[in-house]
């Protein structure tokens, strides 16, 4: 069948600019979901929208928890943005059951096919989530950090974001400053392949656990972080901060 829905292969990066250098670069891959395909989708052997499967897709990952149309609706009209037409996420999939999504992107266009607006749905490791919604008319996607993700970096930053539209390769990136200077950047680039049974039990032995070693490469990350000398900043401290407590 043809689809829409497909998988991008390749690498995650970072690179910490400030105060110490540091760098990381893993394999993953991502699926691009069509949400109006996960019912065709959920007809492949080895995939499930909603159900126990090798790889599969719950709705409550991600968003409310509810209906993912009904809420990038909502999140849309509350940016004065139009309905969306067709609506595609860019996400892992869970993997034996377990997924953690840092970030999950969803490309909304509008009834014609043209790119409306892009919601930058972000996690933190505290179970806790945030989005963005940036129109893609607007000259730069850019927004003031508005949660707490990393405890090695201060609330007072800026992300400007940069995307390709998903084609034969797609692009996702993030350059955060602090006081007008860089200080982090991280993206995202794969190459397209379909999303067929074949490709994703290939994937499922090219790449093992991958979801479980995303989670495990945030901590082994976080000490060479802390053997490097950068400071913590505690999440309590900022809700206190938030509140107007001491």
Not at 6 to 34: C, E, N, Q, T
Not at 129 to 146: F, I, N
Request: hydrophobic share 40%; charged share 25%; with cysteine.
């Amino acid at each position: 069948m043809s689809l829409n829905s497909a998988i991008y292969v390749g690498h995650v990066v970072h690179h910490r600019h400030r105060p110490k250098k540091h760098f990381l670069r893993y394999r993953v891959f991502s699926l691009l979901i069509d949400i109006d395909e996960l019912a065709e989708l959920d007809g492949l052997r080895w995939f499930a929208h909603n159900k126990r499967a090798l790889f599969s897709f719950r709705d409550r990952d991600h968003a409310d928890g509810g209906n993912l149309r009904d809420w990038a609706r909502a999140q849309l009209a509350a940016e004065g943005l139009p309905a969306p037409g067709r609506i595609r996420m860019l996400c892992y999939p869970r993997i034996l059951g377990y997924v953690f999504n840092p970030l999950t992107v969803w490309y909304c266009d509008d009834e014609d096919g043209t790119p409306l607006a892009t919601i930058y749905e972000v996690h933190n490791t505290f179970h806790e989530r945030h989005t963005y919604v940036l129109p893609v008319a607007a000259e730069k996607q850019e927004a003031d950090k508005a949660f707490y993700v990393s405890p090695f970096i201060d609330m007072n930053c800026h992300y400007a974001f940069k995307l390709s539209a998903p084609g034969k390769s797609v692009l996702v990136s993030i350059n955060e400053t602090q006081d007008g200077a860089p200080l982090l950047y991280a993206a995202f680039a794969g190459k397209r392949r379909d999303l067929s049974d074949a490709n994703l039990i290939r994937l499922f032995f090219s790449h093992p656990l991958m979801t479980l070693k995303v989670t495990a490469g945030i901590h082994w990350e976080a000490l060479k972080l802390i053997a490097k000398g950068i400071r913590i900043r505690w999440h309590s401290d900022r809700k206190k901060a938030a509140a107007g407590e001491p």
